[in-house]
DNA sequence: GTCTATAAGATGATAGAC
DNA sequence: GTCTATCATCTTATAGAC
């Protein structure tokens, strides 16, 4: 099974006063990336960013304007490689599979990208993941952007579906994928909370699992929400 | 079928200076519940909640110490009668039942009293919704009460779910309940982004559908998931 | 591009009068 | 219980030297 491939895993030390390239930029987008992931937007100020990246205060607003801008910079960044990896995946998997293909193939194969990035892209990924999950949690930030870029590659697995199952409604389709959606953007957050109440017994950032138990249980969802209607 | 009741309809209009009775902190604990809601905890501030609910910022800290004593008690405030209620209505449920119990009977009537409430409850109650369902994707405020009130209905929820299935393993159900309970965050939210990926064809306001949809949906993904393995 | 310095305002919290 | 007044701190953002 061929996976993604992690785009530019990003650096883990960050030089102060980086001698080479203008990647300051960058390092501020890791920075505020990893902390808007984790306490929202209104929950990091500018200078834990500057600090978190090593560079001035300053720094960060002749990058980016102002602290909305960093935002969605950040949001942006990766938002449409995420995308466009999706929308090749399962249509990749759809010209293999041809008129064999299955709901649960091609949940396989839109799952996989962000699930072997957040596994395997390096930590810029995962917190992507996260702040992608909040964003689609809580769209009060990105709700745009969130438009822009996701909801195209939604309406395309969508298509696909419905060459599956041709009977199916759309109003179906789509309340469907909203369970879904809800599944992942749970696991995506990797909030920790299954591990809890689970004593223990499932892991949430065991995204391997979690990935193939969504897989199943989405598919079977899907199946019973789109069921021809009794009589007809 | 029996709807909860609609305890305690929050109170709309907000006197200033209430002639009558202590209810000053319930004013402040209305109009916090309703801004950390939608802004979340850093996203509201003293003087904000103050102002909405039409008191003076030092009864703020005079009632609730601090900003995240606030918090608790909002949070906390509506924590074990929504969780009692839900452990209620599926043990009435389970008591009718009996052996006929169903999955789809089971779910409908563990999300009937958040559903219905958030529907007819009040505000307070909507709010409340969203902000459980948000604390539920981000648990870093909130950890502590989630875990206290809200696991055990979880609990009683599988191991009624596993007299229904009794071969089930308990990794399977744990997993299986973590997408159901992706799903109903998500929808508690009621962020609108169904709205327009659908282009207006689920409005996720419509919470009677959107339960309806999830009882299936869940029921079908608890089966998949928690099948027999083939062989043995 | 990067830093220093600082403006201009908002924030959580408290002391104390009534 | 409620309000006024205020503190100390932190916030975003900018102007300007290098």
Known sequence: MSQPDPPTPARRGRPRKAGGGGDTSESILDAAEDLFSKHGFYGVTIREV????????????????????LFDAVFLRRAAIWNNERVDAINRYAQAAGDQMTLEGLFEAFLQPPFQWSLKGGPGWKHYAALVAQTNANPAFGGETMARYFDPAIRRLIELIKQIMPHARDVDLYWAYHNLSGALTLTLGETG???????????????????????????????????EPDAG
Request: a positive charge.
């Open 193 to 227: 909370r299954l591990d809890r109440l689970s004593n223990g017994l499932c892991r949430s950032g065991d995204l391997e699992t979690a990935g193939a138990y969504m897989v199943r249980f989405a598919a079977a969802g899907f199946r019973a929400v789109c069921a």
């Open 50 to 69: 500057a600090r978190e990246a090593g560079v001035d205060t300053a720094l960060v607003h002749y990058y980016f304007t102002a602290k909305k801008g």
